[in-house]
Protein backbone atom coordinates (compact mmCIF):
# COMPACT_ATOMS: atom_id res chain seq x y z
CA UNK A 1 0.00 0.00 0.00
CA UNK A 2 1.57 3.45 -0.94
CA UNK A 3 1.86 6.11 1.51
CA UNK A 4 -0.83 8.44 -0.23
CA UNK A 5 -3.42 5.07 0.45
CA UNK A 6 -2.36 4.67 3.92
CA UNK A 7 -2.93 8.30 4.66
CA UNK A 8 -6.69 8.16 2.85
CA UNK A 9 -7.10 5.28 5.21
CA UNK A 10 -6.11 7.22 8.70
CA UNK A 11 -8.14 10.04 7.62
CA UNK A 12 -11.35 8.29 7.35
CA UNK A 13 -10.80 5.97 10.42
CA UNK A 14 -10.26 9.18 12.21
CA UNK A 15 -13.74 10.66 10.95
CA UNK A 16 -15.42 8.07 11.44
CA UNK A 17 -14.06 8.17 15.48
CA UNK A 18 -15.31 11.85 15.51
CA UNK A 19 -18.64 11.00 14.05
CA UNK A 20 -19.27 8.33 16.81
CA UNK A 21 -17.65 10.85 19.77
CA UNK A 22 -20.51 13.28 18.28
CA UNK A 23 -23.10 11.11 18.57
CA UNK A 24 -22.33 10.39 21.94
CA UNK A 25 -21.76 13.75 22.93
CA UNK A 26 -23.66 15.62 20.77
CA UNK A 27 -27.41 15.24 18.73
CA UNK A 28 -29.47 12.59 20.45
CA UNK A 29 -29.21 9.15 18.12
CA UNK A 30 -32.50 8.76 16.65
CA UNK A 31 -32.39 5.37 17.03
CA UNK A 32 -31.58 5.21 20.97
CA UNK A 33 -34.02 3.62 22.62
CA UNK A 34 -35.98 6.44 25.00
CA UNK A 35 -36.82 5.84 28.48
CA UNK A 36 -39.87 3.83 29.16
CA UNK A 37 -42.71 6.14 29.55
CA UNK A 38 -44.90 6.07 32.89
CA UNK A 39 -48.25 3.50 32.48
CA UNK A 40 -51.46 6.08 33.58
CA UNK A 41 -53.42 4.38 36.17
CA UNK A 42 -56.67 4.44 37.09
CA UNK A 43 -57.47 2.46 40.94
CA UNK A 44 -60.46 1.30 41.53
CA UNK A 45 -61.01 -0.26 45.03
CA UNK A 46 -63.19 -1.28 47.51
CA UNK A 47 -60.33 0.38 50.52
CA UNK A 48 -61.21 0.12 53.34
CA UNK A 49 -63.04 -3.38 54.28
CA UNK A 50 -60.24 -5.80 54.02
CA UNK A 51 -56.57 -4.18 54.70
CA UNK A 52 -54.99 -5.44 51.23
CA UNK A 53 -56.78 -2.47 49.50
CA UNK A 54 -54.79 0.05 51.77
CA UNK A 55 -50.91 -2.12 50.95
CA UNK A 56 -52.03 -1.95 47.22
CA UNK A 57 -52.50 1.42 47.32
CA UNK A 58 -49.28 2.36 49.52
CA UNK A 59 -47.62 -0.27 47.13
CA UNK A 60 -49.38 1.67 43.44
CA UNK A 61 -47.71 5.02 44.84
CA UNK A 62 -44.11 3.52 45.37
CA UNK A 63 -43.62 2.61 41.84
CA UNK A 64 -42.11 4.34 39.53
CA UNK A 65 -43.57 2.59 36.46
CA UNK A 66 -46.61 3.92 37.52
CA UNK A 67 -48.94 7.11 36.88
CA UNK A 68 -51.64 7.37 39.68
CA UNK A 69 -53.76 9.83 38.09
CA UNK A 70 -57.32 8.95 39.81
CA UNK A 71 -58.95 7.02 42.61
CA UNK A 72 -62.23 5.29 43.21
CA UNK A 73 -64.00 3.90 45.96
CA UNK A 74 -66.18 0.66 44.54
CA UNK A 75 -68.72 -1.28 46.39
CA UNK A 76 -70.98 1.27 48.35
CA UNK A 77 -69.77 3.59 50.97
CA UNK A 78 -68.78 6.22 48.66
CA UNK A 79 -67.99 8.77 51.47
CA UNK A 80 -65.78 6.36 53.54
CA UNK A 81 -63.93 4.80 51.41
CA UNK A 82 -62.95 8.38 49.84
CA UNK A 83 -61.75 9.78 52.75
CA UNK A 84 -59.60 6.85 53.27
CA UNK A 85 -58.06 7.60 49.86
CA UNK A 86 -57.75 11.54 50.22
CA UNK A 87 -56.28 11.17 54.22
CA UNK A 88 -53.89 8.44 52.67
CA UNK A 89 -52.83 10.54 49.75
CA UNK A 90 -52.79 13.80 51.43
CA UNK A 91 -49.82 11.70 53.78
CA UNK A 92 -47.93 10.58 51.00
CA UNK A 93 -47.77 13.97 49.90
CA UNK A 94 -49.69 13.15 46.84
CA UNK A 95 -52.32 15.61 46.46
CA UNK A 96 -52.15 15.66 42.72
CA UNK A 97 -54.37 12.37 42.54
CA UNK A 98 -57.49 13.20 42.09
CA UNK A 99 -60.52 11.57 44.37
CA UNK A 100 -63.09 9.93 42.88
CA UNK A 101 -66.48 8.76 45.23
CA UNK A 102 -67.81 5.98 43.87
CA UNK A 103 -71.26 4.89 42.89
CA UNK A 104 -73.86 5.30 46.30
CA UNK A 105 -75.04 1.83 46.63
CA UNK A 106 -74.91 -0.75 49.13
CA UNK A 107 -73.21 -1.49 51.89
CA UNK A 108 -73.42 2.26 53.26
CA UNK A 109 -71.58 3.84 56.54
CA UNK A 110 -68.07 2.94 57.35
CA UNK A 111 -65.71 0.06 58.01
CA UNK A 112 -63.12 -1.04 59.66
CA UNK A 113 -60.58 1.46 58.90
CA UNK A 114 -63.02 3.98 60.41
CA UNK A 115 -61.03 5.55 63.21
CA UNK A 116 -58.95 6.51 61.03
CA UNK A 117 -60.67 9.13 59.65
CA UNK A 118 -63.35 9.43 61.95
CA UNK A 119 -62.01 13.29 62.09
CA UNK A 120 -60.77 14.17 58.66
CA UNK A 121 -62.23 16.95 56.69
CA UNK A 122 -62.60 15.55 52.94
CA UNK A 123 -63.40 18.91 51.76
CA UNK A 124 -60.51 19.90 53.40
CA UNK A 125 -58.40 17.85 50.85
CA UNK A 126 -55.76 19.51 48.73
CA UNK A 127 -56.71 18.14 45.39
CA UNK A 128 -59.68 17.13 43.52
CA UNK A 129 -62.51 14.98 44.84
CA UNK A 130 -65.44 14.14 42.09
CA UNK A 131 -68.61 13.43 43.57
CA UNK A 132 -69.13 11.49 40.56
CA UNK A 133 -66.48 9.33 40.58
CA UNK A 134 -67.58 7.04 37.59
CA UNK A 135 -67.63 9.64 35.05
CA UNK A 136 -64.42 11.03 36.18
CA UNK A 137 -62.90 7.66 35.33
CA UNK A 138 -64.65 7.88 31.86
CA UNK A 139 -63.65 11.44 31.31
CA UNK A 140 -59.92 10.81 31.91
CA UNK A 141 -60.21 7.49 29.66
CA UNK A 142 -61.84 9.54 26.59
CA UNK A 143 -59.64 12.09 26.76
CA UNK A 144 -56.45 10.23 27.36
CA UNK A 145 -53.93 10.54 24.63
CA UNK A 146 -51.96 7.52 26.41
CA UNK A 147 -54.23 4.23 27.18
CA UNK A 148 -54.92 4.29 30.60
CA UNK A 149 -54.96 1.23 32.89
CA UNK A 150 -57.79 0.48 35.24
CA UNK A 151 -56.35 -1.55 38.00
CA UNK A 152 -59.31 -2.75 40.01
CA UNK A 153 -59.59 -4.71 43.17
CA UNK A 154 -63.28 -4.88 44.18
CA UNK A 155 -66.49 -6.03 42.69
CA UNK A 156 -66.76 -3.66 40.21
CA UNK A 157 -70.18 -2.02 39.78
CA UNK A 158 -68.09 1.29 38.97
CA UNK A 159 -66.37 -0.46 35.98
CA UNK A 160 -69.78 -2.08 34.38
CA UNK A 161 -71.13 1.62 35.12
CA UNK A 162 -68.64 3.22 33.45
CA UNK A 163 -68.72 0.44 30.46
CA UNK A 164 -72.64 0.92 30.21
CA UNK A 165 -72.29 4.72 30.18
CA UNK A 166 -69.37 4.82 27.67
CA UNK A 167 -68.77 1.33 26.04
CA UNK A 168 -66.07 2.84 23.92
CA UNK A 169 -63.61 3.31 27.12
CA UNK A 170 -62.97 -0.39 26.05
CA UNK A 171 -60.96 0.78 23.55
CA UNK A 172 -59.02 3.03 25.04
CA UNK A 173 -58.13 1.02 28.27
CA UNK A 174 -57.08 -1.92 29.47
CA UNK A 175 -57.79 -4.00 32.78
CA UNK A 176 -55.71 -5.18 35.58
CA UNK A 177 -58.19 -7.31 38.59
CA UNK A 178 -58.17 -8.98 41.57
CA UNK A 179 -60.91 -11.51 40.48
CA UNK A 180 -61.77 -15.02 40.48
CA UNK A 181 -59.97 -18.39 41.12
CA UNK A 182 -58.85 -20.80 38.31
CA UNK A 183 -57.20 -24.02 39.95
CA UNK A 184 -56.53 -22.97 43.50
CA UNK A 185 -59.22 -22.00 45.92
CA UNK A 186 -59.02 -19.46 49.21
CA UNK A 187 -55.74 -20.96 51.97
CA UNK A 188 -53.77 -22.57 49.05
CA UNK A 189 -56.83 -25.34 48.27
CA UNK A 190 -55.57 -27.22 45.05
CA UNK A 191 -58.58 -29.51 45.58
CA UNK A 192 -61.52 -27.10 45.37
CA UNK A 193 -61.48 -23.73 43.61
CA UNK A 194 -63.33 -20.99 45.32
CA UNK A 195 -66.46 -18.40 44.88
CA UNK A 196 -63.51 -15.47 45.17
CA UNK A 197 -65.33 -12.42 46.91
CA UNK A 198 -64.38 -9.55 44.46
CA UNK A 199 -66.32 -12.09 41.80
CA UNK A 200 -69.17 -13.50 44.27
CA UNK A 201 -70.09 -10.20 45.72
CA UNK A 202 -71.49 -9.37 42.33
CA UNK A 203 -71.50 -11.74 39.29
CA UNK A 204 -73.28 -9.96 36.82
CA UNK A 205 -70.67 -6.76 36.64
CA UNK A 206 -67.65 -9.20 36.95
CA UNK A 207 -68.67 -10.81 33.92
CA UNK A 208 -69.76 -7.21 31.83
CA UNK A 209 -66.14 -6.24 33.11
CA UNK A 210 -64.19 -9.06 32.35
CA UNK A 211 -65.79 -9.49 28.79
CA UNK A 212 -65.76 -6.42 27.68
CA UNK A 213 -63.41 -5.80 24.63
CA UNK A 214 -60.49 -4.35 26.42
CA UNK A 215 -56.99 -6.41 27.16
CA UNK A 216 -57.24 -8.13 30.39
CA UNK A 217 -55.28 -9.66 32.78
CA UNK A 218 -56.33 -10.89 36.86
CA UNK A 219 -54.61 -12.24 39.31
CA UNK A 220 -57.10 -15.36 40.88
CA UNK A 221 -56.67 -16.20 43.76
CA UNK A 222 -54.15 -19.14 42.70
CA UNK A 223 -51.25 -16.12 42.62
CA UNK A 224 -52.52 -13.39 45.15
CA UNK A 225 -53.95 -15.67 47.74
CA UNK A 226 -50.41 -17.07 49.11
CA UNK A 227 -48.82 -13.88 49.55
CA UNK A 228 -48.54 -12.60 52.93
CA UNK A 229 -45.44 -11.21 54.53
CA UNK A 230 -43.47 -12.62 57.88
CA UNK A 231 -40.56 -12.76 59.51
CA UNK A 232 -37.84 -9.98 58.45
CA UNK A 233 -39.51 -8.64 55.87
CA UNK A 234 -42.94 -7.64 57.82
CA UNK A 235 -41.02 -5.96 60.72
CA UNK A 236 -39.18 -4.10 57.68
CA UNK A 237 -42.31 -2.53 56.70
CA UNK A 238 -43.87 -2.61 60.07
CA UNK A 239 -40.94 -0.58 61.17
CA UNK A 240 -40.22 1.57 58.83
CA UNK A 241 -40.42 5.86 58.95
CA UNK A 242 -41.38 6.10 55.39
CA UNK A 243 -44.77 8.09 55.38
CA UNK A 244 -46.40 5.33 53.09
CA UNK A 245 -45.23 2.38 55.12
CA UNK A 246 -46.52 4.38 58.24
CA UNK A 247 -49.97 5.14 57.10
CA UNK A 248 -50.28 1.24 56.12
CA UNK A 249 -49.30 0.38 59.58
CA UNK A 250 -51.61 2.64 61.19
CA UNK A 251 -54.83 1.37 59.48
CA UNK A 252 -53.55 -2.51 59.36
CA UNK A 253 -53.42 -1.32 62.94
CA UNK A 254 -56.83 -0.35 63.35
CA UNK A 255 -57.40 -2.76 61.06
CA UNK A 256 -56.76 -5.24 62.91
CA UNK A 257 -58.33 -4.69 66.46
CA UNK A 258 -61.67 -3.68 64.68
CA UNK A 259 -60.91 -7.82 63.48
CA UNK A 260 -59.60 -9.42 66.16
CA UNK A 261 -56.75 -10.18 64.23
CA UNK A 262 -54.22 -11.28 66.79
CA UNK A 263 -51.75 -11.45 63.99
CA UNK A 264 -50.41 -8.24 64.04
CA UNK A 265 -47.06 -8.02 65.84
CA UNK A 266 -45.92 -10.96 63.15
CA UNK A 267 -47.29 -10.69 60.04
CA UNK A 268 -49.30 -9.28 57.51
CA UNK A 269 -53.26 -10.44 56.40
CA UNK A 270 -53.31 -11.82 53.06
CA UNK A 271 -51.94 -9.05 50.28
CA UNK A 272 -53.97 -9.83 47.64
CA UNK A 273 -54.60 -6.82 46.16
CA UNK A 274 -50.94 -5.95 45.70
CA UNK A 275 -50.40 -8.59 42.52
CA UNK A 276 -53.26 -6.65 40.67
CA UNK A 277 -50.69 -3.65 41.37
CA UNK A 278 -47.58 -5.66 40.06
CA UNK A 279 -49.44 -7.12 37.31
CA UNK A 280 -50.03 -3.96 35.99
CA UNK A 281 -45.95 -2.89 35.09
CA UNK A 282 -44.38 -6.58 35.14
CA UNK A 283 -45.61 -10.30 35.15
CA UNK A 284 -42.22 -12.49 35.18
CA UNK A 285 -42.62 -13.82 38.53
CA UNK A 286 -45.40 -15.65 37.39
CA UNK A 287 -46.60 -17.89 35.05
CA UNK A 288 -49.04 -16.90 32.89
CA UNK A 289 -51.46 -18.57 31.10
CA UNK A 290 -53.93 -17.52 28.06
CA UNK A 291 -57.20 -19.35 29.50
CA UNK A 292 -60.78 -18.39 28.42
CA UNK A 293 -62.93 -17.76 31.79
CA UNK A 294 -66.35 -17.73 32.11
CA UNK A 295 -68.03 -16.18 35.16
CA UNK A 296 -71.15 -17.92 36.18
CA UNK A 297 -74.37 -16.89 38.40
CA UNK A 298 -72.56 -18.32 41.57
CA UNK A 299 -69.04 -16.03 41.32
CA UNK A 300 -66.89 -19.01 40.15
CA UNK A 301 -64.65 -18.40 37.36
CA UNK A 302 -64.63 -20.98 34.98
CA UNK A 303 -62.19 -22.22 32.14
CA UNK A 304 -64.22 -22.09 28.96
CA UNK A 305 -62.51 -22.21 25.70
CA UNK A 306 -65.28 -20.65 24.66
CA UNK A 307 -65.23 -17.92 26.36
CA UNK A 308 -63.35 -14.82 26.49
CA UNK A 309 -59.14 -15.01 26.94
CA UNK A 310 -57.60 -13.42 28.99
CA UNK A 311 -54.18 -13.07 31.20
CA UNK A 312 -54.13 -15.16 34.12
CA UNK A 313 -51.39 -15.61 37.00
CA UNK A 314 -51.90 -19.30 37.77
CA UNK A 315 -49.13 -19.61 39.18
CA UNK A 316 -45.98 -17.89 41.11
CA UNK A 317 -42.28 -18.30 39.40
CA UNK A 318 -40.84 -16.53 42.87
CA UNK A 319 -43.59 -15.76 44.99
CA UNK A 320 -40.30 -14.52 47.56
CA UNK A 321 -38.69 -12.34 44.78
CA UNK A 322 -42.47 -10.57 44.70
CA UNK A 323 -42.31 -9.93 48.31
CA UNK A 324 -38.80 -8.77 48.08
CA UNK A 325 -39.83 -5.99 45.75
CA UNK A 326 -43.05 -5.00 48.08
CA UNK A 327 -41.07 -4.60 50.90
CA UNK A 328 -38.30 -2.31 49.22
CA UNK A 329 -40.27 -0.57 47.53
CA UNK A 330 -42.79 0.42 50.63
CA UNK A 331 -39.47 1.27 52.45
CA UNK A 332 -37.41 3.01 50.83
CA UNK A 333 -37.78 6.36 51.96
CA UNK A 334 -39.22 9.89 50.93
CA UNK A 335 -39.35 10.58 47.47
CA UNK A 336 -39.74 14.10 46.20
CA UNK A 337 -43.40 14.90 46.86
CA UNK A 338 -45.69 16.40 44.03
CA UNK A 339 -48.19 18.33 45.63
CA UNK A 340 -50.85 20.14 43.71
CA UNK A 341 -50.93 23.77 44.98
Given at each position: ??????????????????????????????????????????????I????D?T????????????????????????????????????????????V???????????G?????V???????????V???????????????????????V???????????????????????????S???????N?KR??????VR???R??????????????????????????????????????????????????????????????????L??????????????????????R???????R???????????????????????????????????????
Amino acid sequence: MGIESSALKCTIVFACIVSACAGLHGAPDATAPKPAQKIPVIYDSDIGDDIDDTWALGFLLKCPELDLKLVVGDQGKALYRAKLFAKFLQRAGRTDVAVGMGLDIAPKGGGPQADWVKDYDLSGYGGTVHKDGVQAMIDMIMRSKTPITVIAVGPLPNVAEALKREPRIATKARFVGMHGSVRVGYGGNKKRISAEYNVRANPRACRKVLSAPWDVTITPLDTCGLVHLRDKKYQKVRQSSDPVASAIIENYRIWSKHKKANYFAKRSSTLFDTVAVYLAFRQDLCRMEDLGIRVDDKGYTRIDAKAKVMHVATAWKDMGAFEDLLVARLTRGAKRTKTRE
